[in-house]
């Protein structure tokens, strides 16, 4: 962990000297950071690592020579350190490989800087600023899985799920390939998904999904019913629910906590428009959002599963659904305590 009491120190990998340039005025705008080194490539960056001594790192995934996804595998094999990946393009294969880089260990994805004078210049700046300010706090040395026991269902009066209700942020991506991977192609019912990410990549971050999963996954449209055996992804900033009729709603209500899509608002929605016939899973993440959503799901009669601290890249969201009564197991123990669960309900 980094010393709190200096700037976080930030190693810039980009190709561009125009967005290099700009990022080094964007990162020196914010106290809580400070440029530690600028590189127009991988081979130069990762060669400089023992001397620059980064807390945080800022990784173009188009780069010359090693790209940005290769440069993040190598990092986080040889001497891992927090690592925001920027990236410009929202297509097919950037998106693919912005998404393999947080597989292969990256943190977060944002979007490139724009121009001074762009209208979008100041909310890209800011987040810039804020992913890298708050990357740098987390803790990536590998740590081993423990294993745990196979937990038995409580036997309860608890009702059976007609939906999974899945929640995620920082870390998400990767966990959530890793859950839906040990899940079977033909879930016997619906998955409705909140993964916090910006609203530009969401279409991409779907697509990326659903290409390696074996369920199909698209992004949630209002009004439309939830098919099992589909992930249906919230729409980047907008609430994500279910209706008492059974069909997606999305919109644009205000946030909560500062979260839209909110995985409260999600969880909340399973407990009051099905009568608590849910599961809620909430995985790595920054934060509490979809806590208070558990409290209440549980309360009506669902359950609800967080991923514990052994597994989480970020044991913010999965504590606090923890501490109102989610039951805590390791990632790899999830797909299988869902399972059970769905072969039980059957």
Not at 13 to 21: G, K, M
Not at 57 to 86: H, N, W
Not at 223 to 232: K, Q, Y
């Amino acid at each position: 962990m980094r010393d709190r009491t200096h700037p976080a120190r930030v190693m810039i990998v980009e190709d561009s000297i125009v967005v290099r340039t700009l990022l080094t005025h964007i990162i020196n705008d914010d106290p809580r950071l400070t440029v530690a080194g600028a590189f127009a490539n991988a081979e130069e960056a990762i060669a400089a690592m023992p001397a620059v001594q980064p807390d945080v790192i800022s990784m173009d995934i188009r780069l010359p020579g090693i790209d940005g996804l290769e440069a993040t595998r190598r990092i986080m094999a040889d001497q891992p350190t927090p690592i925001v990946v920027i990236s410009a393009s929202m297509d097919g294969g950037a998106m693919g490989n912005s998404m393999d880089a947080l597989r292969a260990g990256a943190l977060s994805v944002v979007e490139k800087p724009v121009g001074l004078g762009d209208a979008a210049y100041s909310r890209v700046a800011q987040e810039i600023r804020t992913q890298l300010a708050i990357m740098s706090e987390v803790a990536v040395v590998r740590r081993r899985m423990r294993t745990a026991p196979v937990l038995p269902v409580p036997v309860s009066r608890q009702r059976a799920p007609q939906m999974l209700l899945v929640a995620a942020s920082t870390g998400g991506p990767p966990a959530l390939a890793r859950l839906f991977a040990a899940l079977p192609a033909e879930l016997p019912v619906p998955v409705l998904l909140v993964q916090h990410m910006g609203a530009s990549f969401m279409t991409g971050f779907a697509s990326w999904l659903d290409s390696v999963v074996p369920q199909r996954v698209e992004i949630a449209g209002h009004g439309e019913a939830p098919r099992a055996g589909s992930i249906h992804v919230a729409p980047g900033d907008a609430h994500l629910t279910v209706s008492r009729s059974g069909t997606m709603l999305v919109g644009r209500d205000a946030p909560v906590n500062g979260q839209r899509p909110s995985a409260t608002r999600l969880i909340e929605s399973g407990a009051s428009a099905l009568d608590g016939a849910a599961m809620a899973v909430v995985l790595t993440g920054m934060g509490e959002d979809g806590a208070v959503g558990v409290q209440a799901l549980l309360a009506a009669g669902g359950q609800a599963v967080a991923e514990d601290a052994t597994s989480s890249v970020v044991y913010g969201m999965p504590a606090a659904a923890h501490r109102m009564g989610a039951l805590s197991l390791p990632l790899d123990l999830i797909a299988p305590h869902i399972r059970r669960v769905l072969e039980r309900a059957r």
